[in-house]
C-alpha cells in the first residue's frame, strides 16, 4: 500500500511545502487546496487592494505577516493564530477578525439588541454619572441596566448594585423597606384582622 505524501507542490509557487501549509479544500481529490496559504493570502491581499482602489479608497501598505500569524482588517494588528477563531469553511481555516474584534463587535451588538443602545450613548450614560455606578457611587459602572417590563434603560450599575435590584425583584417598596431595615427601622406587619397581616406600603 503506498505512503500518504507529506509534501505538496504549491500550483502557483512552485515550493513544495509540507501539508499543513495547505487549507482545506473538500473539492479537491487531495483535500487540499492548489494554492499554499500564503499564495492566497497574497492573492487576497492584492485582490482587497485592487477593490479599494476601484472605489477610489486609499489602498493599505503591505505587511509582513510571518509564518503562524496573521493580519487582522479590522485592527490592523498582526497577531498569532491562536489569537484567531477557527473557521472550517475559510479557506486558511481562520476567522476574518481576531477574537478582541469579534468581542467588541459582539459587546455592540448586545447593547444595541438588547438595550436599543449604541456604545457611544452607554458611554454618554456613564460619563453623565461621573464614572461612577449610579446607586452605590463607589464602583466602576459595567452593566446597562433597565426596567423588565417597560425595557426603560435606567442607568449603568456595577455588577453587585445590579444583581441586588435583581434580587429584590425591581420592587421599590423592598428597596425602601431594605434601606430602611439598614438604617435600624424594622417594618413589622401590622395584624388587620385574625391571621390577616399587612405590610407597610
Given at each position: 500500500m503506498?505512503?500518504?505524501?507529506?509534501?505538496?507542490?504549491?500550483?502557483?509557487?512552485?515550493?513544495?511545502?509540507p501539508?499543513?501549509?495547505?487549507?482545506?479544500d473538500k473539492?479537491?481529490r487531495?483535500?487540499?487546496?492548489?494554492?499554499?496559504?500564503e499564495?492566497v493570502?497574497?492573492?487576497?491581499?492584492?485582490?482587497?487592494?485592487?477593490?479599494?482602489?476601484?472605489?477610489?479608497?486609499?489602498?493599505r501598505?503591505?505587511?509582513?505577516?510571518?509564518?503562524?500569524?496573521?493580519?487582522?482588517r479590522?485592527?490592523g494588528?498582526?497577531?498569532?493564530?491562536?489569537?484567531w477563531?477557527?473557521?472550517?469553511?475559510?479557506?486558511?481555516?481562520?476567522?476574518?477578525?481576531?477574537?478582541?474584534?469579534?468581542?467588541?463587535?459582539?459587546?455592540?451588538?448586545?447593547?444595541?439588541?438588547?438595550?436599543?443602545?449604541?456604545?457611544?450613548?452607554?458611554?454618554?450614560?456613564?460619563?453623565?454619572q461621573?464614572?461612577?455606578c449610579?446607586?452605590?457611587?463607589?464602583?466602576?459602572?459595567?452593566?446597562?441596566d433597565?426596567?423588565h417590563?417597560?425595557?426603560?434603560?435606567?442607568?449603568?450599575l456595577?455588577?453587585?448594585c445590579?444583581s441586588?435590584?435583581?434580587?429584590?425583584?425591581?420592587?421599590?417598596?423592598?428597596?425602601?423597606?431594605?434601606?430602611?431595615y439598614?438604617e435600624?427601622n424594622?417594618?413589622?406587619?401590622?395584624?388587620?384582622a385574625?391571621?390577616?397581616?399587612?405590610?407597610p406600603?
Amino acid at each position: 500500500m503506498a505512503e500518504e505524501p507529506n509534501s505538496k507542490q504549491c500550483t502557483k509557487c512552485a515550493r513544495e511545502l509540507p501539508l499543513a501549509a495547505f487549507a482545506r479544500d473538500k473539492n479537491r481529490r487531495d483535500g487540499l487546496q492548489a494554492h499554499c496559504r500564503e499564495c492566497v493570502a497574497e492573492y487576497s491581499a492584492a485582490h482587497y487592494r485592487r477593490r479599494r482602489e476601484a472605489m477610489g479608497k486609499p489602498g493599505r501598505d503591505k505587511v509582513e505577516v510571518p509564518a503562524g500569524h496573521q493580519l487582522c482588517r479590522m485592527c490592523g494588528e498582526v497577531k498569532p493564530h491562536s489569537e484567531w477563531h477557527r473557521n472550517a469553511t475559510a479557506s486558511d481555516g481562520l476567522s476574518t477578525r481576531c477574537k478582541a474584534c469579534r468581542a467588541a463587535e459582539g459587546r455592540a451588538h448586545h447593547l444595541k439588541r438588547n438595550y436599543g443602545l449604541t456604545e457611544t450613548e452607554r458611554d454618554a450614560m456613564v460619563a453623565s454619572q461621573y464614572g461612577l455606578c449610579a446607586i452605590c457611587l463607589a464602583a466602576p459602572p459595567a452593566h446597562v441596566d433597565h426596567c423588565h417590563k417597560t425595557g426603560r434603560v435606567r442607568g449603568v450599575l456595577c455588577f453587585n448594585c445590579n444583581s441586588a435590584i435583581g434580587k429584590l425583584r425591581d420592587d421599590p417598596g423592598a428597596a425602601r423597606r431594605a434601606a430602611a431595615y439598614l438604617e435600624g427601622n424594622l417594618w413589622k406587619p401590622t395584624l388587620v384582622a385574625p391571621g390577616v397581616y399587612q405590610l407597610p406600603s
